[in-house]
């Protein structure tokens, strides 16, 4: 089969399309024919290791161990393990397969354990259901898990026009809180077609600076040190981050709770898990229409370095996603 191989660490150019092995599935695995993957932050990290630990963590100092990168996936089964019981060949499926497992999704085929995957929304393409399952599950494990997200809160998304932040606005809206999106000008009213109450352009405006205060801030990235947050933080306020230098994650982890004489704000870091029953939720949100992707471009295997390219120099508004079928 065909795949993307990532050569060596270091720039999108690494990415050489090569003929490798076509996978067979184990007992509980099904073949996926993939029909489209995404690209996430996770997958840039381990093309360009970085930060330099990734290399201990990818299993390899000069190229991944694993070296077909991708996470996202949607396609059709194609067979089927022994021991499967839950789908059956030609069945549409997505999902969300960590390649730290070496299950890479920039190919034509990769096998998965029938834990990871669910149907794909009837509603969706393949290319639209690829661009869900990382981004979204972050946002609602951030929001949700961490967050404690309900109804009628003030909630605040720094980072609202990437991958992570469109659905993490319409995950907030969804769940009935009052949002309000941070992100740069040019992706104003595009998150505000998310269904953002309101919009900050931090290219204009220090929303940790203008004397509001929010329930629940999800930042995507670090962005402000967190005393910032803290500040734009009621008293008995959440602060989740998802990206970040080390600096930033350590911080919201060793800020756990700040208790004051006026209430007790709390920090964490999301760190998404593998989670099927999270996976289903998320499609329901996407069939009840309650969420879509944003997809940026979409850009065919055999260009797959070009798509990295994009994402690295341009901030992609939502997903960059590749077509293999
Ligand atoms: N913890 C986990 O398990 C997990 C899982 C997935 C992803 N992540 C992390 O989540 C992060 C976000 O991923 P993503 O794919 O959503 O990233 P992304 O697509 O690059 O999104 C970046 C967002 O940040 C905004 N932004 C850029 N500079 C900013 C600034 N100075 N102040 C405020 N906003 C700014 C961008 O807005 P403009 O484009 O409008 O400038 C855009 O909305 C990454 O660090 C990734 O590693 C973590």
Redesign the pocket.
């Known amino acids: 089969m065909k795949a993307i191989v990532c050569t060596k660490y270091g720039s999108p150019d690494v990415l050489q399309l090569q003929e490798v092995a076509k996978p067979a599935p184990q007992d509980e695995e099904v073949l996926i024919k993939i029909h489209a993957a995404s690209i ?3 997958d840039w990290r381990r093309m360009r290791a970085n930060p330099f630990f990734i290399r201990l963590m990818a299993g390899g100092l000069l190229k991944p161990k694993n070296p077909i990168l991708g996470a996202d996936v949607a396609g059709r089964v194609e067979a089927v393990g022994r021991n499967v019981k839950q789908f059956k060949p030609g069945d549409e499926v997505f999902g969300y397969l960590p390649s730290a497992t070496g299950r890479g999704t920039f190919a034509e085929y990769v096998c998965a354990n029938e834990k990871a995957i669910t149907l794909k929304p009837a509603n969706l393409t393949f290319e639209q259901a690829a661009a869900v399952p ?2 979204a599950m ?1 946002a609602l494990q951030g929001l949700r898990n961490k967050g404690n997200l309900h109804p009628g809160q003030k909630v605040l998304i ?8 469109t659905f993490a606005v319409q995950i907030a809206k969804a769940f009935g809180a009052e949002v309000t999106a ?3 000008t ?2 104003l009213e595009m998150v505000r077609s998310l269904g953002a109450d309101h919009v900050i352009d ?1 290219k204009v405006e220090d929303f940790t600076q203008n004397g509001q205060q929010y329930d629940l801030i999800l930042a ?2 670090g ?1 402000h040190p967190i005393s910032d947050y803290l500040r734009a933080l009621n008293a008995e306020g959440t602060y989740v981050v ?3 230098s080390m600096a930033q994650l350590f911080q919201a982890v060793s800020n756990r709770k700040r208790i004051s004489k006026t209430g007790s704000q709390n920090t964490y870091v ?3 898990e593998h989670n099927k029953k999270d996976l289903v939720f998320i499609k329901e949100l996407l069939e009840s229409g309650k969420i879509m992707p944003v997809i940026d471009g979409c850009y065919p295997l055999s260009k797959t370095p070009e798509a990295f390219w994009y994402f690295e120099k341009v ?2 508004k939502g997903k960059v996603v590749i077509s293999v079928v």
């Open positions: 996430n932050s996770r990382e981004a972050t720094n980072g609202a026009s990437g991958g992570v932040g941070v992100c740069s040019r992706n931090y995507v990235n962005y998802a990206g970040g999301v760190s998404l901030h992609p």
